[in-house]
């Protein structure tokens, strides 16, 4: 018989949110709060069936970061993806990464300019932190976007505990090499353009972009453990940058003083910068980057600065000329 042990940090069945009840339940609280309003006869009424609908799930923190716009469905954000280690096509990471990565055992190292270094499982890594649900905006380069109720934990509660020396400047991350697991860092063919990618992919921060309250170390999504096509069992997410800052599956954490390479700046630096970040006004060289298509959705709709988050960001690029440093 196949005994499944439970991981430490692993959501809870009975704490999982069936996608169905989760967005019934943000259809309910937006309409409940309007429907509250002429309620005025029957309060306690409304006040009963809003507790009933909340007890269905369970009790991950909530963000104050999460937007209240409306999420793409699991199957949509499971099915539509980008991870090259499983080939270029959009629907090859579903398709492909299910069969091939193992996201567990899993471990991280963590070296470079920092106290405590050293090699940890995944379990130790996410003991200490309590996990919270993110849903963020996620804004790809190639103009497409989605809303993603992430799982995950600040990425500066994490780093914190590593005491990063003050040499530390940026801090790389890595994903997985072993192409047994990733077919395709190995199989590119040589003429193919996956052989023209230096693997394993890599990317990088600027340290104080890595501490921002934003920066997520995700584990999972709609109350869900990573799956494997979305960058299992842990991956970063920046929503105020393009998307492919938000590297997968990562095995390596690294701080350092200089400015990393990354995998697409040392592709193609004049289309893609170390920064990243979204702005609409600084179009890629060969389309705009003034609207996007939410999937899901059948007319555009305008990008915004930072992904809309310039509240939370606008000050970390205070002086800097965005169209160079893009
Ligand atoms: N990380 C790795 N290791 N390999 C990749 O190809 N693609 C990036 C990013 N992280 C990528 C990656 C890009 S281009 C995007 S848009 C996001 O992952 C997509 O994340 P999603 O598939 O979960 O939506």
Known sequence: MHVRIPRPWAIRESEVTEERIYRARRHFMK??????????????????RAEQQLDAL????????????????????????????????????????????????????????AEV???????????????????????CVE?????????????????????PTSRAKYVKLT?????????????????????????PYTEGLRMD????ELSL??????????PAQNGAPIRLVVPWKYGFKSVKSIVSIHFQETQPNTTWNDLAPNEYGFYANVNPEVDHPRWSQAR??????????????????????ASLYRGMDLSKHY
Do not use: C
Request: aromatic share 12%; hydrophobic share 40%.
């Open 31 to 48: 309409t409940s709060a309007v429907a509250a309003l002429g309620a005025g006869l029957f309060p306690g009424l409304v006040a009963a």
């Open 58 to 113: 369970r009790p991950l923190e909530k963000s104050r970061f999460s937007t209240d716009e409306d999420p793409n469905t699991y199957e949509e954000i499971t099915s539509y993806n980008n991870f090259y280690e499983y080939g270029t096509g959009k629907e090859d990471p579903a398709r492909l990464a299910p069969k091939y990565l193992k996201p567990e055992p899993w471990s991280v190292e963590i070296t470079g300019e």
């Open 117 to 139: 270094t050293g090699s940890f499982a995944l379990e130790d890594l996410l003991k200490p932190h309590a996990l919270e649900e993110r849903i963020y905006r996620l804004r």
């Open 143 to 163: 103009a497409w976007s989605m809303v993603i109720p992430w799982v995950g934990i600040p990425l500066a509660d994490v780093i914190k505990r590593f005491k």
């Open 175 to 199: 994903t997985l090499l072993d192409p047994e697991q990733m077919p395709k860092q190995d199989s590119g063919g040589i003429f193919g353009f996956l052989s023209t990618i230096d693997w």
């Open 209 to 212: 972009e890595a501490m921002n």
């Open 217 to 226: 170390l995700a584990v999972g999504l709609y109350g869900k453990e990573m």
């Open 292 to 313: 996007e298509r939410r999937i899901g959705e059948l007319f555009k709709r305008d990008t915004l600065m930072f992904n809309g988050y310039g509240e939370q960001v």
